[in-house]
């Protein structure tokens, strides 16, 4: 979804920051060293994923006495605050939601590596990929705060019952019990073929669970052309889906004009059109949020069913925290990060909903619904098999652009799935100028 931009404030160095202190230190000490500091942090979140995070900072301002606050960038986290460390006015701490942003700014040399403090919570609270994700050319920059669980399929319980259809473990079983829910008269699948990163969203779910998670990782850095039989392999059997038009709500046309919001509104809108839709585990948050269903009795979810084989995927993608050198008060900007890598701050917005964490440190119990935690199980669980979202670690000109590569040739697709080795050409083609450019 896209946000408003808002500048970013100017912050405030009121007092030197002990950098031997902890976040534990201060708190338990009463002696509040960062007491009315300023510590500004930048991130893409608006609404109540901003007031919800801003109860996190409040949180660690009650600890510390500092004044911690969150400014939303909008959706574009890295030309605003690009555009912020040109100027001079970096924030103290950025939430970077793409892997290929952390790169960048750990190669423009705009990122401070983290302390030893929080390289240990690190350590001890995440799986290693999450330390990986959050290093560059092994140095850690970043810490995974929040991140979303994008291997979920949701379904309404009742129109599951009323069409005989069941909870699919397999790609095969999701196609038949999409093929009970269309003769029953409700379309299958709505699919958000308007937003192309949903598209990406399904490719690589599908992908992972057949090619597995070595050739994921070499296809994520173009180290695999997307030429390799595995690709054509993987396109040919989302293409069973995307052939099977009678399963797709208004059909593949149809499905071009629907956006992820419409696509929701489809299953669990005032009149359901649809019975599944794939994406997130931010769906729980639209069902919920706009049409007040009940998770776990009105909406559910079952995993991504494994394809053609495959192990059951789990892809995940998230945003990173990380501290800026030019940041104002990057002292304190530290002992923020410190603090978000451990189970209190992300046990301050798991209560509220509309979050999952990957510290491992955090009981699943903390979360306020049922639904949630199976969610934050798997994720957990899954380990070192979690993989990041291809199209985040890509250059936004192939992954991450509206209207262009990927995104195109996957709506392309979606329209007319009937040459998988084409389509796969024409996204190596993309790739190859991405990535050399």
Same mark, same amino acid.
């Given at each position: 979804m896209r946000r408003q931009n808002t500048p970013l404030a100017s912050c405030i160095v009121l007092i030197l920051v002990s950098s031997a202190a902890t976040c534990d230190d201060l @708190?338990? =000490?009463? #002696?509040?060293? /960062? #007491?009315? /500091? #300023?510590? =500004?942090?930048?991130?893409?979140?608006? @609404? =109540?994923?901003? !007031?919800?995070?801003? !109860?996190?900072l409040d949180n660690f301002n009650d600890k510390t006495g500092a004044k911690a606050y969150f400014v939303s960038t909008g959706n574009n986290v890295s030309p605003v605050v690009g555009r912020k460390i040109e100027t001079g006015n970096a924030p103290d701490v950025a939430l970077l939601p793409q892997l290929s942003v952390l790169e960048q700014f750990a190669d423009n040399g705009w990122l401070e590596p983290l302390s030893a403090t929080a390289r240990a919570a690190v350590n001890d609270n995440y799986a290693n990929v999450w330390r990986e994700y959050g290093s560059r050319h092994g140095t850690l920059y970043g810490v995974y705060f929040k991140v979303a669980h994008k291997s979920t399929v949701w379904y309404s319980p009742e129109t599951f019952a009323r069409a005989g259809a069941w909870r699919p473990s397999t790609f095969e079983e999701m196609l038949s019990a999409g093929q009970a829910m269309s003769d029953s008269g409700l379309d299958a699948f709505a699919i958000a073929g308007k937003d192309g990163w949903t598209l990406t969203d399904w490719f690589e779910n599908v992908y992972l669970s057949q090619a597995g998670p070595e050739k994921y990782d070499a296809l994520a850095a173009h180290e695999l052309k997307w030429t390799d039989p595995s690709i054509v392999d993987a396109l040919a059997e989302l293409g069973k889906l995307f052939n099977k038009k009678h399963l &797709?709500? @208004?059909?593949?046309?149809?499905? /071009?004009? &629907?956006d992820f919001p419409g696509s929701v509104k489809k299953v669990f809108g005032p009149k359901p059109e649809a019975g599944m839709v794939y994406e997130g585990d931010f769906v729980a948050g639209v069902a919920q949020g706009q049409y007040d269903k009940s998770m776990g009795k009105d909406a559910d979810f079952f995993p991504f069913p494994a394809a053609k084989g495959g192990a059951v995927p789990v892809i995940s993608g998230g945003d990173a925290a990380v501290v800026l050198k030019d940041g104002r008060n990057a002292a304190a900007g530290m002992k923020l990060v410190e603090y978000l890598a451990t189970p209190e701050a992300a046990a301050v917005w798991a209560k509220l909903g509309g979050f999952l964490s990957p510290n491992k440190q955090l009981s699943i119990h903390t979360y306020n619904k049922i639904t949630t935690r199976a969610m934050a199980d798997s994720l957990v669980n899954a380990d070192d098999r979690v993989r990041f979202d291809m199209s985040d670690q890509a250059p936004a000109s192939f992954g991450g652009t509206d209207g262009a590569s990927e995104w195109k040739i996957l709506q392309d697709f979606l329209r007319d799935p009937s040459d998988p080795k084409a389509t796969a050409m024409k996204l190596e083609d993309a790739a190859a100028n991405a990535y050399r450019n």
């Open positions: @708190g338990d =000490s009463g #002696n509040k060293e /960062l #007491n009315g /500091l #300023n510590i =500004s942090v930048a991130g893409a979140w608006t @609404g =109540s994923e901003q !007031k919800n995070f801003q !109860k996190v &797709i709500a @208004g059909g593949p046309d149809g499905a /071009l004009n &629907i």
